[in-house]
T-cell receptor, first 115, second 110 residues
Framework: GAGVSQSPRYKVAKRGQDVALRCDPI?????LFWYQQALGQGPEFLTY????????KSGLPSDRFFAERPEGSVSTLKIQRTQQEDSAVYLC?????????????FGPGTRLTVL | GDSVTQMEGPVTLSEEAFLTINCTYT??????LFWYVQYPGEGLQLLLK?????DKGSNKGFEATYRKETTSFHLEKGSVQVSDSAVYFC?????????FGAGTILRVKS
């Protein structure tokens, strides 16, 4: 069956460029999460959605980061005016609901390199 | 805030050795606890979980017990294989989002 997919898998951007990262969750999963994983570290929470509603964006590092999920399915994470410190793997995950005991299913990630 | 601390790696073992990866947590509520694994070139996948105190999660020969009194969730396996070489992440979920440890690299030699 189809899992969580993300595109592109790799993205190289020049400092100052805008980028958009896409996530396709598992069909029927209500909740969608974005995490940022720096090299050699564990993933860190950025934001999550329940359907189209963004319920928590406390992990977004600056106002250059913006996420949306307009129809409650596909989500896009946008980073404006990229900086070198934005270089990381961006992970998307989905789950059936927001219950803490639910497994989050992760996509393969998008590796962003900002030059 | 909530946090997870796990032992630093890399951990290098010979095949069939006993494995323990320590994990302790700090949380204000009663979190669910998870171990995720990342095999080389692959994405994060759930290995096991426990949702309340004294629960034991198990999968593929791995086990971990939710110890509320010591706020721990140590990962164990009686006999590791080369195919277990991966990065292991301990995580908690106390309020809708996962909080991860830094990860422990496991290398198993034949």
């Amino acid at each position: 069956g189809a899992g969580v997919s993300q595109s592109p898998r790799y993205k190289v951007a020049k400092r100052g460029q805008d980028v958009a990262l896409r996530c396709d969750p598992i069909s029927g999963h209500v909740s969608l999460f974005w995490y940022q994983q720096a090299l050699g570290q564990g993933p860190e929470f950025l934001t999550y959605f329940q359907n189209e509603a963004q319920l928590d964006k406390s992990g977004l590092p600056s106002d250059r980061f913006f996420a949306e999920r307009p129809e409650g399915s596909v989500s896009t994470l946008k980073i404006q005016r990229t900086q070198q410190e934005d270089s990381a793997v961006y992970l998307c995950a989905s789950s059936l609901s927001l219950a803490a005991y639910n497994e989050q299913f992760f996509g393969p990630g998008t590796r962003l390199t900002v030059l | 805030g909530d946090s997870v601390t796990q032992m630093e790696g890399p951990v290098t073992l010979s095949e069939e050795a006993f494995l323990t990866i320590n994990c302790t947590y700090t949380a204000t509520g009663y979190p669910s606890l998870f171990w995720y694994v990342q095999y080389p070139g692959e994405g994060l996948q759930l290995l096991l979980k426990a949702t309340k105190a004294d629960d034991k999660g198990s999968n593929k020969g791995f086990e971990a017990t939710y110890r509320k009194e010591t706020t721990s969730f140590h990962l164990e396996k009686g006999s590791v294989q080369v195919s277990d070489s991966a990065v292991y992440f301990c995580a908690l979920n106390a309020g809708n989002k996962l909080v991860f440890g830094a990860g422990t690299i496991l290398r198993v030699k034949s």
